[in-house]
């Protein structure tokens, strides 16, 4: 792992796991809609995997902060502001979202 | 399509390409993790990804009320209730969500 | 109480009672400001005063699905139609605010 | 305006004609319901309020991250790292409210 690395390099196959399963969220979801399945329990699966990938979103955030920031933050100079707007503009998304 | 039908059946078609385009975004996913993007544009991708499903749960909810929800409360009796309940839950579920 | 009258009017008091508190909360979250307090705790202060709002939200809204709304539906008619949209409406806002 | 000064300082008056405002949400909230309005109505404005109330927290976050975060950061050791993990909670609590 190099110098330069995003933050979430360390924790690759973590994320990897919980994006495949939310991948496999997305398709029990299909099947509940196949099979007809009732209406509030296909929508207690749809906040089940929302909250998963916002824990997600939360994990990587939390490792751009602690890598990417951190270290322009460091080094200082106008990198630092751009790393530091670009995180906000993300977070402003995440709460809306 | 039956009586008893679930609100979304005449749209199902519908609601499976997009949960058929959010499984694909949760692939999408996984491929920028494993070639290392960069964080900022990996949320970017969650941001939309959690907006398309914020989409086909308010779907699934309004044809919900539409259907189940209208047919209980025309019929009357204690099932209306139980819809009802059961409604304001899953609202409450995918607003704290 | 007639009835007409609105899903929330038996529980007028406690809605009061709940908007004083948010409102109290406002006007403590000028006093940190004032007071030049930790940033960090003007936000979890924040974050109590939305999930307080979201609940007097949530609380009107089920009102309103058991009263309006189902009284709509019973009802029959074009009034039924236009009670669901704005209560879809009304929850597509509060998912995404 | 010290160097230890938090990061919102600056435009602490913006800050507090903000809050100002949403108390004065608050307040006209209350005025709907003592007057009995429309519930759908009463919901518009409380997703304005929540909406503007989110808005301040975003604000608060970016100042911080700006101004506290960089600062820290900018030293090292371990108060940079306690920062972060502060605001990565504010930020979870955010996006979870």
Same mark, same amino acid.
Do not use: F, W
């Given at each position: 792992?190099?110098?330069?690395?995003?933050?979430?390099?360390?924790?690759?196959?973590?994320?990897?796991?919980?994006?495949?399963?939310?991948?496999? #969220?997305?398709?029990?979801? #299909?099947?509940?809609?196949?099979?007809?399945?009732?209406?509030?329990?296909?929508?207690?699966?749809?906040?089940?995997?929302?909250?998963?990938?916002?824990?997600?979103?939360?994990?990587?955030?939390?490792?751009?902060?602690?890598?990417?920031?951190?270290?322009?933050?460091?080094?200082?100079?106008?990198?630092?502001?751009?790393?530091? #707007?670009?995180?906000?503009?993300?977070?402003?998304?995440?709460?809306?979202?």
């Amino acid at each position: 792992m190099n110098e330069e690395a995003h933050g979430y390099i360390s924790s690759k196959d973590d994320y990897l796991k919980r994006l495949r399963r939310i991948e496999g #969220q997305a398709r029990g979801l #299909q099947r509940m809609v196949e099979d007809d399945k009732y209406c509030i329990d296909i929508l207690t699966q749809v906040s089940a995997m929302t909250k998963a990938l916002q824990s997600v979103a939360l994990g990587l955030l939390d490792d751009h902060l602690n890598h990417c920031v951190v270290r322009a933050a460091a080094a200082g100079g106008p990198e630092a502001d751009i790393k530091i #707007q670009e995180a906000s503009e993300a977070i402003a998304r995440l709460v809306r979202s």
